[in-house]
């Protein structure tokens, strides 16, 4: 199975900053790879596809890219409802799966 | 609209089989794929499985042997049935729906919350 490291697990950030969360896939997925972020007591939603494409009605200070097999998710300046968890997801094959999550807080 | 339902009991008793129904409406489920995902309270996410809109179908490794995902496409209706349940199965389960081409995963219920307890 594909392992997806994602990192940091945690991150506290004050608004306005710059936030990157990675995660390292380990084998090639080329760009299946999509980042969700999840609010407490919600379904998750679905912030970028195809490793670097915005899903419609997501804010354009979020943007995705890729380095090889490792991805990031960059939050170009952050706002207060940006906080929540954040997750990669790989869909490259099956059995899919999610990195562990980032928790990101207001500083 | 596209809409996803989660059913199912709250409390299932360990060694027991939980069964969940996503019951969709909006699009067709031969046209697109869902998945099972599921949470443990203050968890990561575990992709769990999914009917693609062909009707085949596959399962994370780690849960293949108790798993099992159907559907009724007649009543709009994907099915999980997952046997032999201990208490770390709690969780919140989701069904979502899928693109075939870029498979991401764009729709997703409100999660149904499952707890195994005697």
């Known amino acids: 199975d594909i392992q997806l490291t994602q990192s940091p697990a945690s991150l506290s950030a004050s608004p306005d900053e710059i936030v990157t969360i990675t995660c390292q896939a380990s084998?090639?997925?080329?760009?299946?790879l999509l980042w969700y972020q999840q609010k407490p007591g919600k379904s998750p939603q679905l912030l970028i596809y195809s490793a670097t494409i915005l899903a419609d009605g997501v804010p354009s200070r979020f943007s995705g890219s890729r380095s090889g097999t490792q991805y990031s998710l960059k939050i170009s300046r952050l706002q207060v409802e940006d906080i929540g968890t954040y997750y990669c997801?790989?869909?490259?094959?099956?059995?899919?799966?999610f990195g562990a999550g980032t928790k990101l807080e207001l500083k | 609209q596209v809409q996803l339902k989660e059913s199912g009991p709250g409390l299932v008793q360990p060694s027991q089989t939980l069964s969940l129904t996503c019951t969709v409406s909006g699009f067709s489920l031969t046209s697109y794929n869902v998945h099972w995902v599921r949470q443990p309270p203050g968890k990561g996410l575990e992709w769990m499985g999914r009917?693609?809109?062909?009707?085949?179908?596959s399962y994370n490794s780690a849960l293949k042997s108790r798993l099992s995902i159907s559907r009724d496409t007649s009543k709009n209706q994907v099915f999980l049935k997952m046997n032999s349940l201990q208490t770390d199965d709690t969780g919140t389960y989701y069904c979502t729906r899928a693109i075939t081409t870029s498979h991401y995963f764009d729709y997703w219920g409100q999660g149904v919350m499952v707890t195994v307890s005697s």
């Open positions: 084998q090639d997925i080329g760009s299946s």
């Open positions: 009917m693609r809109y062909n009707g085949d179908t």
């Open positions: 997801l790989q869909v490259s094959s099956s059995p899919y799966t």
